[in-house]
């Protein structure tokens, strides 16, 4: 059988043809990366720059929003009345304070970083705005006149155009990205003028809350000792040498009330003349106090009228009472009990409702 013959040598030596592929894969990979290192620089500041953007507008969407909240509140009417259209505005400043902050904390590069200062200084002035604004509302809430109120506002609003002007120089000076800026503006043609902001000022002040027509109330009555039973209209209390009287008083204005009297007179008194005694206190907006007074001897065994009364210093001539039977069981008093009681014979100091202790001082005396 004949042999194959032997295989050229000159072919086991060539270049193996499957490391071709690689060889020429590897050249153009090296090509395409030395090219994009060539670019790198103003590749990497583009997406820079469109990173930041993108970073930024859902801020100016929502300071958007918030100029427009501002304009709707002080045009429209105030359904839910002052107070919420105060707390609605102070929310409002908050959050454009916060979107000045954040946009603050973003670090702008490259094209953008000349630009970034005229949205900063837009957010900037339409914070400062927006807290005055705010400001202003609560003052005349407390008791600041419309005129003084209006000026308020209407330095606000100079800040809200301030922030319109920078926004505008912003979108027009930045570098063309691909992508438009939302257009942004809090003050629009014809709002805002001195005649709506007056009408602002004017609505917020028919919505207050209207002050009670007598701010000072006269809560409770109790005595010491305590009632025992009622005979007719008559309360009999405890058998006592005297009783003192415990008259809960509160302020339901707007406004303090100081030097306020409460007074205790039983009639008759033993001497036939009745017996005032009284005492000061003074009343913050809102604030229930009571009021003790001792040393109250209305005739033993023999019913007494007790009034008690609060009544406010000066011209406004508030003043409030109410009147009860008592009786004292004495030694000629049918099923009284046999043992009595000596009340507290002194008259001087108040408990508060609140936590502060007041101190009053009580006078006692037979007209």
């Known amino acids: 059988m004949a042999m194959p013959p032997p295989r050229s040598s000159s072919r086991r030596a060539g270049f193996p043809r499957w490391l071709v592929l690689p060889f020429l894969l590897t050249i153009i990979a090296l090509l395409a990366d030395a090219s994009v290192h060539a670019r790198s620089p103003k590749l990497q500041a583009a997406l820079s720059n469109s990173a930041w953007v993108s970073q930024v ?10 100029g427009r909240e501002i304009a709707q509140l002080s045009s429209a009417a105030l359904p839910a009345g002052a107070g919420a259209a105060s707390k609605q505005l102070d929310t409002v400043a908050n959050a454009a304070a916060s979107t000045y902050r954040s946009v603050v904390a973003t670090d702008p590069s490259g094209q953008v970083a000349a630009v970034a200062g005229l949205l900063q200084a837009c957010l900037d002035a339409r914070r400062q705005g927006a807290a005055e604004m705010a400001s202003a509302v609560r003052a005349l809430l407390r008791g600041e006149t419309a005129n003084a109120a209006v000026a308020q506002m209407t330095s606000a609003v100079a800040d809200f155009e301030v922030g319109d002007n920078a926004y505008r120089l912003f979108a027009a000076d930045m570098p063309k990205l691909g992508a438009s800026l939302p257009s942004s503006r ?51 209390l405890a058998p006592a040498s005297s009783f003192s009287v415990t008259a809960v008083v509160a302020d339901t204005g707007l406004t303090p009330l100081r030097g306020v009297r409460v007074t205790a007179v039983v009639a008759p008194a033993r001497g036939s003349s009745p017996q005032h005694v009284s005492a000061t206190v003074d009343l913050a907006p809102g604030q229930a106090t009571a009021v003790t007074v001792h040393g109250l001897q209305p005739p033993l065994s023999t019913p007494a009228t007790l009034t008690v009364s609060a009544s406010a210093p000066g011209t406004t001539g508030q003043s409030v009472s109410k009147q009860l039977e008592v009786e004292l069981p004495g030694p000629n008093f049918k099923g009284a009990p046999a043992t009595t009681t000596t009340a507290p014979p002194a008259a001087t100091t108040t408990l508060p409702a609140t936590t502060t202790t007041s101190t009053l001082t009580a006078t006692a005396s037979t007209t």
Request: glycine share 4%; charged share 15%.
């Open 186 to 236: 809090w003050v629009s043609s014809g709002s805002y003028r001195p005649s709506a902001l007056l009408s602002f000022a004017d609505r917020l002040l028919a919505a207050r809350p209207k002050a009670p027509t007598q701010p000072l109330a006269l809560d409770a009555v109790s005595t010491t000792p305590a009632v025992l039973s009622l005979q007719g209209k008559v309360e009999i």
């Open 57 to 66: 507008l859902p801020y100016i969407v929502s300071s958007t929003a918030q």
